[in-house]
């Protein structure tokens, strides 16, 4: 009773939040706005309100902006600059009627009608906003805005062959960066608010007629399902939006690579940005996705298929190799060839520890190498994963500590982990590998069997909006098998004539030859 | 959008139906048919495989005839009262027959794997995997074995044929000797314990309204059939060819046994059958989960009250985690009995062959003449999200 009393405070609170705010009419006395505006912003230090007179008549007129965000008032090739320019020798009356009717084509101009619209979807988004003395708009002038990062190469899913474009962190960037690849009238951006109070922009990016319009409602549903204070990041959209919460297995595919993107939107996907973070969500995901990458498109079958199949066996390898390793050391060493055995033995020989804490000491150095490399700053990050391979591996070795073989196993296994493109992928064996070692370690290969048969239980069960995580290994039939073609093979590209099930099912084909009558066509 | 309606496709059928049949009969039948039919074996799987062929065919008149739901077809006929009891019976043979077969992998389970004493712990963890399992429903179940197939059958076609090198085909003579009484007795007796190993296919009467497509059932049934019969057949060919019939009837799982003998070329890997188990593992557990599940959803759909009940039944919405618990504990249950007490075990297998065998064939086979089913509506057609999704697409483009 109590628990529910906390809660329902808290949405009250949350409701009062919401419907508090008081809106304010921008008035014609340019001194009531600015009062206006120095309530709204009291104690903040960062809010610049720079007076000025306009034209002939000296019309009184106030620049407001956080301070950083716009650039120099004077400065010729600002806009705002250059509107204070225009409108210096024309009389009060021109004034009002060009920012009336001609302020678009001026400056960009977009005018509110209320200070805090002027404020919300002006001011802080990085833009200025000019009140004009007699004049009962407040004009929104766009400026260079907030700082960011631009284009960047992308941290992770580097390719060899394709653009080295990565997202930046800015929404509008990256949708730019699709609508650079996919120059379409049918892509369609569909802006949503989301964050209580940081008012984050949210880009929904797809491909008008490819996608189930009802995938896009379900989307704007979860999106709408909630309230949070502030969106910093779309890892906050991912956790809130996914199925099952408590599945180690993304639900959404990350990628900062505007060409992956592209290619999701052009299979009938939805790729979800959010303003201020470099990382795109796909979605609806499925497991095969997460093992692709953009340049398996770029590459030959032969390339693509041989490269697939590695990160396949990487996959599995992150996860049940060092729980193999336990099985057949520990309890079934009958599997093992009497040489191999021997020379296992005498490995091991001097090793005060049981094999799993072996293991696990030298898995939980590994994730603690891994994570100090993340933290640490770019050169020292490569030193320290350097330092604890080799120096530390060796020195434990040396000292007895563990066994050279386990050192083996567990580098392989970090290198296999190392070999899924998608990092979220990869973290979720590396959790469920520890969970895989647990049940090894007690009972051997049955305990090996019994984890991976629950863990294939839980991706058969999982879904990503509606979408079996295991597709296209079932429910091949529904797309006519066509999906299997990019599955662990990846078929010739002439042969890969079908879009994946996620397209709407009569706009399906994105490859045909030959006549004239489909060239120039868009499907 | 698609999935999560508890519909499984033809493919799902066949898959989850072959590992339901394959993995009793090949781990139990050959030892036993060396005993009972000798070198005659392989017509005594043929034969048992000809009688599922025939129960599989009434079923199928069955199944055509219940439309949506085999209780009301039963209802028609026998009346509410006894179509309830029926359904009791299938419920209870459903959990007994997952006891058996959950006691039976963890027994290998422990003499492959583990350690005797181990017995309760491979049990429990067997059944808390069963119980996952049913609880992430029916297209979860199906889902695994269409991805679980292939894996498991390409080893098992690999190491089949590893061993044809080592097999003496004069061990498989005679094949058809005199047939005196004593080998009459034995042929049906092998015939009927392999037909005994086919009865998962009843399993089918309680799929109807899980299935995408009735008219391809049919025939993923008795491609299923077909496959594990001549499955089996080409196993107890390999198994005669090499044990003979006298090693082989001592034998408890002769399989698991040739799997440890199987040379691979280069020696890299010394035995193989602590691997090769987990094919057993996987077939045997798919019959577990299947027991659990229709056990499960056979008995609350017989204890459902109302028309709104029994739609929950079939959805297995309310309780549905409750009921699995305790049908899973039953199970526990049954099964560490069947372990503690042989004579227990011996007990249902005699009331099984005796009472629920026949059960099981004549409550379908009186149904036909008794009950009459719905008449089909040829303008309907189980529908599934997916089918729905797209013509509601197809309407909107419209």
Known sequence: MEKYSVRQAQVNQMDKLTTQEQVHAVSMQIEENKQCLQDLFADSADIKMREMVLGRDQVRCLAAYIEITAGSLAFENSLIGRLLNDLSDLPAEQIYETLALNGQGLCDVTPFDNIEDAVQFGMLT??????????????????????????????????????????????????????????????????????????????????????????????????????????????????????????????????????????????????????????????????????????????????????????????????????????????????????????????????????????????????????AGVRLPGAMGNTIGIVGGLIIGQAAVEANLVSPIVVIVVAFTALSSFAIPNEELATSFRILKFYMIALSAWLGLFGFLAASLSILIHLAGLKSFGIPYLMPYIGAELNGYEDERDSFVRYPMSMMRRRPIYARRNERIRLTFGTKKNKGKER | MFSNNDMISSRQIKRLLIFDLFGISSLLLPAQLAGTGGGMGIWCILAGTGLALFYLWMLQICLGRAAQDYLEYLSQGFGTFLAKLFYVCYGLICITAGAYTAKLLSELMCESLLDSREFPVALLIVLLLALYGGIAGLEARARVYEILFWVLVIPLLIMLALCVRQVQAIQWFPIAGHMDEEAATGFWSGAWRCFMTFLPLTFLLFLVPNVKDKKKTGYAAVCALTVSGLALCIIYLILLGIFGSRALMQEQYPIITLMGMVKIPGEFIKRLDALMVGVWFFTLYAMIGSSLYYGVSILRRAFAKSAADKNAAQKNEPYKKSCYFAAAAAVYGIAYGFYLLPETEHLAGRLFAYIGVPFLMLVPMLSLFLCRGKAHNKGSRVRTNETDHDERKGVDEC
């Open chain 1, 126 to 371: 990085g833009d200025v906003i000019l009140f004009i003395d007699g004049f009962a708009s407040a004009l929104k002038i766009p400026d260079k805005g907030y700082p960011n990062m631009g284009v960047t190469k992308p941290d992770s899913e580097k390719v060899i062959r394709g653009s080295q474009e990565g997202f930046a962190d800015s929404v509008k960037v990256n949708t730019a960066l699709i609508r650079k690849r996919i120059r379409s009238t049918k892509v369609r951006v569909k802006e949503v608010k989301a964050g209580l109070y940081s008012h984050t922009n949210i880009d929904l990016v797809y491909m008008e007629g490819l996608i189930y319009p009802d995938m896009l409602e379900e989307i704007e549903r979860r999106l709408d399902s909630y309230t949070i204070d502030g969106i910093l990041d779309s890892g906050i959209i991912e956790q809130l939006s996914e199925d099952n919460w408590y599945s180690p297995f993304p639900q959404f595919q990350t990628t900062q690579r505007p060409d992956r993107a592209a290619i999701a939107v052009l299979e009938g996907r939805v790729v979800l940005l959010c303003d201020n973070s470099p990382t795109a969500l796909i979605l609806p995901a499925d497991f095969n996705s997460l093992l692709k990458t953009s340049d398996d498109y770029y590459n030959r079958f032969e390339i693509a298929t041989l490269e697939r199949l590695i990160r396949y066996a990487a996959a599995v390898m992150a996860l049940a190799l060092p729980a193999l390793y336990l099985a057949v050391t520990n309890f079934h060493t009958q599997i093992l060839p009497t040489s191999l055995l021997l020379s296992f033995a005498a490995a091991r020989q001097g090793v005060p520890f049981p094999a799993v804490v072996e293991v696990l000491l030298m898995e939980l150095s590994f994730e603690l190498l891994r994570e």
